[in-house]
């Protein structure tokens, strides 16, 4: 190879072939990202190496972390109007184009991350090779960033592989594998990583033939057709995500739909879409959203400690989960329960879990190996990381942890998943309390990304730091809270659900109670989470909170535990349950209350206690706090935090709306002294 152009973000060689290699390589970051100046610089490549005419041009990535990660997000905040977002985004589509349009061919080899404009930028080329491996991953994931792909991806996605394929693999922004990939013809070869430069030669000079669209491919993308397809899809679309709060996949179909076919009007409607929904409520606070993933992201991966061996206490639901994640996440893990009867079922789920995620048999025998059960409990002593995951009952916490501190060895780390119990009261059992720190998971733990990392009094720095970094570790975003009962995310949901028993036990039929909340964007209504977590579970914590926070368990729940009605896993709660689906009532009463009234008492209740627990410092700050709510408690993200979504309405309207509900339905509603934290607008 003999170097040829060196710029400050990317690097060109050509080999004695005379094809030219150009190298991708983002100045002071793990990972390729396309900033505005990333692009301006890819031009100036672009037209160098046309200029020296060589037989060919590869384009890959020096990364270790894979080909490009996508746009930089961080200047997404920095666009004020449609005007800016539509000049940005037609010099990347003229980049692309002019990429497209390069008189020889061109191959993108793709290894690692291979995401939004980096895709984008792949497809622009000739042809695709991608690294044959789990690292390898392909996708068009900015619907979740509120927008769609916007220099050419829609345009070029939809002419290489059809309508139907195209709109599936942007509106879901699902990740494909490199053989999955070449399944669907979004790349032409996939090649282990010794060969990967040699397959991409090979596709300069033997390319093959360009891929043919079959019948039903046609057919689907025509005049006639695409109306009737269209509806189909965005009904479908619609029954996931409301339109109302998720635009961009409906502007997707609208570009497919009205000009498929006219690609140069497409690319230009393609960018004109982009920079509306850009600059709109919801991409922007999606975009905090992703920013505030990061940083909790990143506070885990500060720490040099990692965890070799776990231990985890109670392989019920919950601790069950936990040691299997782990254990998929490459961590030794032993699991401990009184007797093999209440450790088999968790090992079972185990091995279900990782034929689910890994699917190759090798893999799955390797998690397996990691998964150990231990009735006698030997692994608390090898392990860097115990975590308990038994009953919620003090006194049965208390005898568990002065066992467990005798046995640990030095450097070794407790931890409790605790729900609902301060860690002081805990740590009274323990000689070294500032060795106990609370790792508080959500579930179900394979798809709730948060995890709290609390911090009890005497909570050591060292101890969060491990809670920390095995957050990280296993995949998760950690989020440091502060001790108190309910630590954030249950101190904020609780109020929340017990005000929705409130309304139903008063006459409002379930259906508008749950109905008002997922209206504005909770992801399930208050009754059927009680209903999904368990109401006996309801209960136990409900008392908690009557005893430390004064609040008051309502006597309908109460009579539905005594009664046996446990929810879902009894099949039976607020809500009736058939092979685990809930089953639709026939006909309700008349609700006593409308609809605004309801989605205000819920609404308002979240948001004061969101106030309560920033005056109180629960977490670092509100930024913090919007996080935890948005990846614990599933807040609409398209608001982009509860304090994020006040400040937008207003925090004086807020107020107010809060002072009326106090008059009319007593003291809970009084509006907490730490409304005067919340910045923004007051009015």
Known sequence: MVPTKKYKNMFVERDEKNV?????????????????????????????????????????????????????????????????????IRRGQAVFNRLEKLPFPTVA?????????????????????????????????????GIHPGFGGC???????????????????????????????LVDMTAPERHLKDAALALLTDPPRPRKKGVMELVVDSALARPFVGGLIRKKTASKANPAHYPAPFAVV????????????????????????ITGRTAKNLVRAFQLQERMRSQGKKSAQKISNLHVVGAGAMGGDIAAWSALRGIFTTIQDREPKFVSPAIKRGHDLFSKRLREKRLVQAAMDRLIPDVKGDGAGKADLVIEAVFEDIEVKRTLFRDLEGRIKPGATLATNTSSIPLEEIAEALSRPENLVGIHFFNPVPLMQLVEVVKGAATSREAMEKGFAYAAQIGKLPLAVKSNPGFLVNRILVPYLLEGILMESEGVPKTVVDKAATNFGMPMGPLFLADTVGLDICVHVGRIFSERLGMSVPERLESLVNAGNLGKKSGRGFYEYRDGKRVSPASEPKSPLDMTTVRD???????????????????????????????????????????????????????????????????????????????????
């Open 155 to 185: 345009v070029r996605c939809v002419r290489l592989l059809g309508g139907l394929v195209a709109l599936d693999l942007i509106l879901t922004g699902r990740s494909l594998k490199a053989g999955a990939a070449m399944k669907i013809g």
């Open 109 to 145: 080899a793709v290894h690692g991350f291979c995401l939004g404009g980096g895709l984008e930028l792949a497809l622009a080329c000739s042809h695709r090779v991608a690294r044959d491996d789990e690292a390898t991953q392909l996708g068009l994931p900015e619907v979740r960033l």
């Open 601 to 683: 008492r819920l609404v308002m209740r979240f948001l004061n206690e969101c106030a309560a627990c920033l005056r109180e410092g629960i977490t670092e700050d509100a930024d913090m706090l919007d996080a935890g709510m948005i990846f614990g408690a599933g807040f609409a993200p398209f608001y982009g935090g509860p304090l994020k979504y006040a400040s937008d309405e207003g925090v004086s309207g807020i107020v107010e709306t809060l002072g009326e509900l106090e008059k009319k339905y007593g003291a809970r509603f009084k509006p907490d002294a730490g409304w005067k934290l919340v910045s923004g607008p007051r009015g």
């Open 254 to 277: 609208d570009l497919w739909q009205k000009y498929c076919g006219r690609w140069d009007r497409m690319m230009h409607e393609e960018a004109k879409s982009v920079a509306r929904l």
């Open 20 to 88: 030219s290699w150009l190298y991708l390589d983002k100045e002071g970051s793990s990972a390729n990202v396309l900033s505005k100046e990333v692009l301006e610089e890819l031009d100036l490549c672009l037209e160098f190496v046309e200029n020296t005419e060589p037989a060919g041009l590869v384009i890959l990535s020096a990364k270790k972390s894979g080909f490009v990660a996508g746009a930089d997000v961080n200047e997404f905040v920095a666009i004020k109007d449609e005007v800016s977002a539509l000049s940005l």
